[in-house]
């Protein structure tokens, strides 16, 4: 077992500073990567060392294996952290990684390209008994079988690449004439954009809700989860708010999804933080979509509603650790919202904006997180991720949680380009949101900007919870701090998993 004490961040922005601050708090040296666009980026100068890679482009930096791999032998890193997006979830970098004696902080290269494959995963799930959308568990061999299983599942249907996922290659056919020329187009798109043009079919749930649960898992068979994220708030397969837990599933229905999930990460022989995604219908019945097997950009809420720092996590299960935590220790204690502040301006249809952050003052205050990847005076290029900021809040309730977010996107000063802020704040108005029935489709359904629908509106009265009567306030702070605490857990030494995990962070300095 090999303890880890320095980690190459093979990312940028956010996320890299998220992962780097974790390293600091263990004790554990960073470094950082950069594109000849990045030179004065804040995670450069957050690492304890940095090296270039390359131009800005991430084909020639961010996303070169090569590169990647000599800043880590050039630094004498012992292990690499691919974050999210850019190699996170490339299996011959995973592998890559293992053969140059690096340690990958993720899962095992098998199971990323298991979980990669669609159809494996399908037939994987659905032996495990995971439920998954009615359809094809393998590649479709030929058109009349497509056409057959179409016709026994009934209109609409989703037409999915194997290699695809993240709703990539997706095509939806409402009626049988449609059928084989959107299997054709669909198998060229699928060749094109990922050299496989296998496809599947599936039924198309409709006004379907995104919930996925958050996992954990050790190289000695112990997953745990971390409870449920609400992600229905997107827009072109980019998630825009996030909420956890999800307000909308039972107890019960939580602990058949968490449950699933478990199986999911235990059946493809999983290691390290990774998500199984379900789509809920309204009659509460929970659909197996697929894993990412990565940390998420939404990871934060999580870590807010659970006390547990996923990243910590992440790095004690790569030095090969026992998780140091059981089920009963995670719990859910009081909600939490996250925006995600993007340089793109919400009244052109989200279209990417570029410029000077001339003003850059974050909020911060009470049940407020901010993980941000830019600083005042930072150029903001087209290069990468428009992503600026995770605008994360707390509460001990929903509501809390909401009217915090409200308080700190009026706080948010950004000058400079246009940013998703006055739609995340259209969000947290909107009744839909408030009551928590809102699915995937809520901005095609709700947000109309040329109808001026942007503006600030009073809070809507039908919330989840009421607003407090003005002569009892002092009394509700203080009652809605009173949600059931859990009973503390105390380590029980004669646990073989726990005495054999509580010296080595001792034992690091
Ligand atoms: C679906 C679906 C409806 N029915 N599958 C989109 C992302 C990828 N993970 C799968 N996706 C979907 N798969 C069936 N059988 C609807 C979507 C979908 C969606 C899912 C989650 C969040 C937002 C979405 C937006 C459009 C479509």
Known sequence: MKTIQKVLVANRGEIAIRIMRTCHELGIQTVAVYSEADVLAPHVQYANESILIGPPPSNQSYLVIDRIIEAAKITRCDAIHPGYGFLSENVGFAQRCAQEGFIFIGPPPEAIELMGDKTRARVLMEAAGVPLPPGTTTALESIDEARDVADAIGYPVLIKAAAGGGGKGMRIVYQATDFESNIRQAKSEALNAFGDDRVYVEKYVEMPRHVEVQIMADQHGNVI?????????????????????????????????????????????????????????????????????????????????????????????????????????????????????????????????????????????????????????????????????????????????????????????????????????????????????????????????????????????????????????????????????????????????????????????
Not at 316 to 344: F, M, N, T, W, Y
Not at 389 to 410: H, P, V, Y
């Open 225 to 509: 989860h971390f409870y449920d994220r609400e992600c229905s708030v997107q827009r072109r397969h980019q998630k825009v708010v996030e909420e956890a837990p999800c307000a909308f599933i039972s107890d019960q229905l939580r602990q058949k999804m968490t449950q699933a999930a478990i199986t999911a990460a235990k059946e493809c022989g999983y290691v390290g933080a990774g998500t199984v995604e379900f789509l809920v219908d309204k009659y509460h019945e929970y659909f197996f979509l697929e894993m990412n097997t990565r940390l998420q950009v939404e990871h934060p809420i999580t870590e807010l509603i659970t006390g547990v720092d996923l990243v910590a996590l992440q790095l004690l299960v790569a030095e090969g650790k026992p998780l140091p935590i059981r089920q009963e220790d995670v719990s859910i204690h009081g909600h939490a919202i996250e925006c995600r502040i993007c340089a793109e301006d919400p009244m052109q249809q989200f279209l990417p904006s570029v410029g000077r952050l001339s003003r850059h003052r974050p909020p911060s205050g009470p049940g407020v997180r901010v993980d941000s990847g830019v600083e005042e005076g930072q150029d903001i290029s087209i290069n990468y991720d428009p992503l600026l900021t995770k605008l994360c809040t707390w509460g001990s309730t929903r509501r809390q949680a909401i009217d915090r977010m409200n308080r700190a996107l009026a706080e948010y000063t950004i000058e400079g380009c246009k940013t998703t802020i006055p739609f995340c704040h259209f969000v947290m108005e909107h009744p839909a949101f408030l009551e928590a029935h809102y699915d995937t489709h809520f901005i095609k359904d709700h947000f109309h900007p040329g109808e001026n629908n942007l503006q600030v509106t009073q809070t809507s009265n039908q919330a989840l919870c009421q607003p407090v009567p003005e002569e009892i306030r002092a009394l509700a702070v203080v009652l809605l701090n009173q949600q059931p605490e859990p009973e503390l857990q105390r380590p029980d030494l004669t646990n073989p998993r726990l005495s054999d995990t509580t010296p080595w962070w001792l034992n690091r300095k």
